[in-house]
C-alpha cells in the first residue's frame, strides 16, 4: 500500500517561497508512475500544479509555471514543490499525488493527506 | 481555473437516486480522454471513486456507477446513504497546449436530506 506524507512549514510571509516535500513509502519513487502537487484553496475546488518523473523531467500549469519547481530526490524517496513570490491567493490545503497515466490520460490513485499552507504575514 | 463544469449541489433522501453531471470540452473529454470520479470526505484527501469513466476501485460500494457520453459524464448514487454525504470532483487530461495538463471539475456537495 502505498503511502504519500507532506511536510513544511504552515506559514509562508508575503513574497517568500513556499517549500514542501512529499515522502512516498511502501512503494518506489522510481517506479512508471508520475508524481504531482495538487492544491485546494479553502472552500474552493482542487488545482493541478505540477509533475515529476523519477528521471528528472517535469510538467507544470501554465499558471503557476514561472513561479513553480518541482524536483525528485530519489535516495530519499521523496519528491518536492517550490512556489515563490506567494501571495494570499496561495493560502491552500497541498497534496501531493501519486499518478497512473495511460494512453486515455492519467488518474491520481493515491493521495497524502494534505498539509495546510497559509501565506501572512 | 476549473475547465470541468458542475452543479454546485445536489441533494436527496436517503434511498434515492441522485446523479452529478461533468461538462467538458473538446480539448478533453471530447477528446476521448477518460474521466475519473474522486469523493472528499470533509476534511480529508480526495479519494478515486471512479476510474476510466465507468469502472470501480477495490472496496467501493456498487451504488456508485460512472458513465461518459460526448463531451460530459456523470456519476450516479442509487440508494444514497448519509456516509455519502461530501464533495465529489470529476477529472480529465486536458491536451490543450494553453492549459493545465490535468483538469478538475468544480466540485458538486451532496447532501443528505
Known amino acids: 500500500q502505498v503511502q504519500l506524507q507532506e511536510s513544511g512549514p504552515g506559514l509562508v510571509k508575503p513574497s517568500g517561497t513556499l517549500s514542501l516535500t512529499c515522502a512516498v513509502s511502501?512503494?518506489?519513487?522510481?517506479?512508471?508512475?508520475?508524481w504531482s502537487w495538487i492544491r485546494q484553496p479553502p472552500g474552493k475546488g482542487l488545482e493541478w500544479i505540477g509533475e515529476?518523473?523519477?528521471?528528472?523531467?517535469?510538467n507544470y500549469n501554465p499558471s503557476l509555471k514561472s513561479r513553480v519547481t518541482i524536483s525528485v530526490d530519489k535516495s530519499k524517496n521523496q519528491f518536492s514543490l517550490k512556489l515563490s513570490s506567494v501571495t494570499a491567493a496561495d493560502t491552500a490545503v497541498y497534496y501531493c499525488?501519486?499518478?497512473?497515466?495511460?494512453?486515455?490520460?492519467?488518474?491520481?490513485?493515491?493521495w497524502g493527506q494534505g498539509t495546510l499552507v497559509t501565506v501572512s504575514s | 481555473q476549473s475547465v470541468l463544469t458542475q452543479p454546485p449541489s445536489v441533494s436527496g433522501a436517503p434511498g434515492q437516486r441522485v446523479t452529478i453531471s461533468c461538462t467538458g470540452s473538446?480539448?478533453?473529454?471530447?477528446?476521448?480522454?477518460?474521466v475519473h470520479w474522486y469523493q472528499q470526505l470533509p476534511g480529508t484527501a480526495p479519494k478515486l471513486l471512479i476510474y476510466?469513466?465507468?469502472n470501480r476501485p477495490s472496496g467501493v460500494p456498487d451504488r456508485f456507477s460512472g458513465s461518459k457520453s460526448g463531451t460530459s459524464a456523470s456519476l450516479a448514487i442509487t440508494g444514497l446513504q448519509a456516509e455519502d454525504e461530501a464533495d465529489y470532483y470529476c477529472q480529465s487530461y486536458d491536451s490543450s497546449l494553453s492549459g493545465s495538463r490535468y483538469v478538475f471539475g468544480t466540485g458538486t456537495k451532496v447532501t443528505v436530506l
Open positions: 511502501g512503494g518506489s519513487i522510481s517506479s512508471s508512475n508520475w
Open positions: 476510466g469513466n465507468s
Open positions: 473538446s480539448s478533453n473529454i471530447g477528446a476521448g480522454y477518460d
Open positions: 499525488a501519486r499518478e497512473y497515466y495511460d494512453s486515455s490520460g492519467g488518474l491520481f490513485d493515491y
Open positions: 515529476i518523473y523519477h528521471s528528472g523531467s517535469t
